[in-house]
């Protein structure tokens, strides 16, 4: 007879967190769209979640002029907004400055300006970078972001971040409906809940402006029900070991710690 010997759970350090939490769940929506305020803040107070906002620099108040996305033309949140939401809790990071995508040519633009861009619209520091697009922006992003003033860049990498993570690559996960094809799924409330939990990390989802009933686009956005869906499995299932954080608090603690 064969018996297994169980693999040991990893050490969690309960010194990672703050007041002896085990891991750590963030949320950010990418663009920040008006209609966060309608459907998505009422579960933030219910939950207890602090959101936040990945911000085009040049789209603060307006309705958004990206050609091409689905979200074109959807009212972007404006500064009175945005203080509203930061008064209880919420970030921002900057999102680029018009959405292209990113490249050594365009870098000093859509990166670097674009922190300044946004700071002054907002009155407010801006210290985290979100890549659009797609993962393809990271490279000519990254080589100039230190020097821009950002402490963190936030990719699209689906996986659970640790106090380890490099801060200039940290993964968000997916909070959508469903993958593109051909990797079909069903939505998963759970999605690396007890991974998080396991190693003491920290989630940060991702999605854009969940809706009721359906999703504006099932792989980029959850709808609302999925999303307190999402929210209630967090608190059930973390109860006190979960830190439920905004990503600026996050990273400030972890350059405190390091
Ligand atoms: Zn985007």
Same mark, same amino acid.
């Given at each position: 007879?064969?018996?297994?010997?169980?693999?040991?759970?990893?050490?969690?350090?309960?010194?990672?967190?703050?007041?002896?939490?085990?891991?750590?769940?963030?949320?950010?929506?990418?663009?920040?769209?008006?209609?966060?305020?309608?459907?998505?803040?009422?579960?933030?107070?219910?939950?207890?979640?602090?959101?936040?906002?990945?911000?085009?620099?040049?789209? @603060?108040?307006?309705?958004?002029?990206?050609?091409?996305?689905?979200?074109?033309?959807?009212?972007?949140?404006?500064?009175? #907004? @945005?203080?509203?939401?930061?008064? *209880?809790?919420?970030?921002?990071?900057?999102?680029?400055?018009?959405?292209?995508?990113?490249?050594?040519?365009?870098? *000093?633009? *859509? &990166? &670097?300006?674009?922190?300044?861009?946004?700071?002054?619209?907002?009155?407010?520091? &801006?210290?985290?970078?979100?890549?659009?697009? $797609?993962? *393809?922006?990271?490279?000519?992003?990254?080589?100039?972001?230190?020097?821009?003033?950002?402490?963190?860049?936030?990719? @699209?990498?689906?996986?659970?971040?640790?106090?380890?993570?490099?801060?200039?690559?940290?993964?968000?996960?997916?909070?959508?409906?469903?993958?593109?094809?051909?990797?079909? $799924?069903?939505?998963?409330?759970?999605?690396? @809940?007890?991974?998080?939990?396991?190693?003491?990390?920290?989630?940060?989802?991702?999605?854009?402006?969940?809706?009721?009933?359906?999703?504006?686009?099932?792989?980029?956005?959850?709808?609302?029900?999925?999303?307190? #869906?999402?929210?209630?499995?967090?608190?059930?299932?973390?109860?006190?070991?979960?830190?439920?954080?905004?990503?600026?608090?996050?990273?400030?603690?972890?350059?405190?710690?390091?």
């Amino acid at each position: 007879m064969v018996s297994a010997k169980p693999l040991r759970r990893p050490q969690v350090s309960q010194m990672n967190w703050p007041d002896g939490k085990r891991w750590v769940y963030s949320i950010t929506y990418d663009e920040g769209c008006q209609e966060l305020l309608n459907h998505a803040l009422p579960l933030h107070r219910k939950y207890g979640v602090p959101g936040h906002v990945a911000l085009v620099a040049s789209q @603060i108040g307006v309705p958004r002029n990206v050609p091409g996305s689905s979200y074109d033309g959807w009212m972007i949140l404006s500064r009175e #907004e @945005i203080d509203m939401l930061c008064a *209880e809790g919420w970030g921002v990071s900057c999102h680029s400055m018009t959405h292209a995508s990113t490249t050594d040519a365009n870098a *000093e633009y *859509e &990166v &670097v300006e674009a922190r300044k861009v946004l700071e002054e619209a907002l009155g407010r520091p &801006v210290t985290m970078y979100c890549v659009p697009g $797609s993962n *393809e922006c990271y490279p000519a992003a990254l080589k100039v972001a230190e020097r821009a003033g950002y402490k963190a860049i936030m990719t @699209i990498t689906d996986m659970v971040n640790t106090p380890e993570t490099d801060l200039l690559a940290l993964g968000r996960v997916p909070l959508h409906t469903q993958y593109p094809p051909p990797f079909y $799924s069903a939505y998963d409330p759970y999605k690396r @809940i007890h991974q998080a939990m396991d190693l003491g990390g920290w989630i940060i989802d991702y999605c854009h402006c969940p809706m009721p009933d359906k999703a504006v686009h099932p792989w980029k956005d959850c709808t609302l029900a999925e999303l307190e #869906e999402r929210f209630a499995t967090v608190c059930r299932v973390g109860g006190d070991e979960v830190w439920l954080a905004e990503p600026n608090d996050v990273v400030a603690h972890l350059l405190e710690n390091r």
